[in-house]
Structure formats: structure tokens, C-alpha cells
């Protein structure tokens, strides 16, 4: 099994609707992030948390909001969802432990289409 | 200004035909450089890090080195296989939380 996955994989909707993507992991990390990619942009980091009292915002948040449910989940709302939100999104984690090298470890992405 | 840039943005590479991809980076005091595969829609897998001057790494085809400006991803008699987008990725240098600043990404194309 997956150790951070992505719900939905896929969503298709219209301008306006709130949308809500999840993510879980069962690394037992404590860090996670949520991640927007566009074609020739990169990776641009929307908001982050390093535990569940802690959320923070990225380079991009304007528009979104997240919640750190547990230490496992991370969710990313979209309250009225615009079409240059069509991107892939991607949650990510890492250790923040004595041993931990930072690396972070990606779920499997959601491709939002906001028509 | 990007912190990170990777060239080329491209490369098409003959099956065997050895190369090297460049990440040169701006943050000073270097906590960590890393690199990861992106194959199309899916999310980065981990490769490498890279902590000091002078370090290499190695997986299979790939080895990694690091210079105190930038880092290079050597690939050795690439196969098909190895087609993907690599992204490498340096740590913010005020931050405790692990924020990470990506390049864009070199895409390359290795055909038979």
C-alpha cells in the first residue's frame, strides 16, 4: 500500500464550487505539505504544517485553506474554485526526527480541472 | 529570483549515449540538496541528497555530485527507462520546516 495517498485522483468542476482534496500518510511523519504543479512552472508550495496545531502558508495560498485533522491528514479546500486552478496537486511529508535527512515523500497527485 | 535552476529544460539522449543534467542554486549556507524522479502524472519520487561540497551518490545509472554552487546528475548508458522529468530541490535557508525550493525540471527523453 501507498504510504501517502491522494483522494480524489481526479475531479472535474465548475467555477464557483468549493472542492476539498485529502491526504493521508502512514509514514508517522510529522511534516506535510500541499503543492501545486504547472506546465513549465514547477512545484509551488501553497501551504505547509509541521504538526496539527501548526499550519502555515506558502508561496501561493491565496485562495485556499487547509486542516490538519491528525497527524495523518492533511486536506486542501478550494472555497470557490477558478479556472486557473487547474493544476496537479500534490501532498507531501517529511521527518523532522533527529536521524531524518528532510527529504520529502509525494503522494500520488490529484488532477483538478476547473471549468 | 529562483533560488534553483536546472538546465537544460530538455534533453534527448540516444539509448547509451551518456549525459549530465545541471541544478545550480542560489541559498547560502546549504542545509541538503535533492534530487527526484517525476515520471508524467505522478508525484516526485525521492533520489538523492546531498549535504557537502565534494559528495557523490550513486543508483544504478544516476550519480549525483555536488559543488558549492551547483550539482550535476550524471547519467551513464541511459536506457528508456530512465525517460522522466528530474527535479532537484534545495531547503529554505530561514526555515526549520523543511520548505523545500524546486527547479523546473529537466525532461528527458532517452529513445532506443
Known amino acids: 500500500d501507498a504510504d501517502v495517498t491522494q483522494t480524489p485522483r481526479n475531479r472535474i468542476t465548475k467555477t464557483g464550487k468549493r472542492i476539498m482534496l485529502e491526504c493521508s500518510q502512514t509514514k508517522g511523519h510529522d511534516r506535510m505539505y500541499w503543492y501545486r504543479q504547472d506546465p513549465g512552472l514547477g512545484l509551488r508550495l501553497i501551504y505547509y504544517s509541521f504538526d496539527v496545531k501548526d499550519i502555515n502558508k506558502g508561496e501561493i495560498s491565496d485562495g485556499y485553506s487547509v486542516s490538519r485533522q491528525a497527524q495523518a491528514k492533511f486536506s486542501l479546500s478550494l472555497e470557490s474554485a477558478i479556472p486557473n486552478q487547474t493544476a496537479l496537486y500534490f501532498c507531501a511529508t517529511s521527518d523532522s526526527g533527529a536521524s531524518a535527512s528532510n527529504e520529502q515523500f509525494f503522494g500520488p497527485g490529484t488532477r483538478l480541472t476547473v471549468l | ?112
Open chain 2, 1 to 112: 529570483e529562483d533560488q534553483v535552476t536546472q538546465s537544460p529544460e530538455a534533453l534527448r539522449l540516444q539509448e547509451g549515449e551518456s549525459s549530465s543534467l545541471n541544478c545550480s542554486y542560489t541559498v547560502s549556507g546549504l542545509r541538503g540538496l535533492f534530487w527526484y524522479r517525476q515520471d508524467p502524472g505522478k508525484g516526485p519520487e525521492f533520489l538523492f541528497t546531498l549535504y557537502s561540497a565534494g559528495e557523490e551518490k550513486e543508483k544504478e545509472r544516476l550519480k549525483a555530485t555536488l559543488t558549492k554552487k551547483e550539482s550535476f546528475l550524471h547519467i551513464t548508458a541511459p536506457k528508456p527507462e530512465d525517460s522522466a522529468t528530474y527535479l532537484c530541490a534545495v531547503p529554505d535557508r530561514g526555515s526549520t520546516l523543511g520548505r523545500l525550493y524546486f527547479g523546473r525540471g529537466t525532461q528527458l527523453t532517452v529513445w532506443p
